[in-house]
């Protein structure tokens, strides 16, 4: 897990999932990067399809 990964986590304890953007604000990540992060969460079953 890289540190955009970990920021991405973190900030979802913080802040129940609404949609990437409003993840990106509090994590302070580019769309993009919260997106890859996302997905790359997804595929080592860190969070669930459903986040």
């Known amino acids: 897990m890289n540190k955009q990964e ?8 913080i802040e129940p999932f609404i949609n990437q953007r409003i993840l990106a604000e509090v994590s302070g ?4 990067v919260v997106n890859r ?5 997804i595929k080592l079953e ?6």
Request: proline residues 0%.
């Open 6 to 13: 970990s920021d991405i986590l973190n900030a979802l304890l």
């Open 29 to 32: 990540h580019s769309l993009g």
């Open 37 to 41: 992060s996302l997905k790359e969460l």
């Open 46 to 51: 860190y969070i669930d399809d459903s986040i």
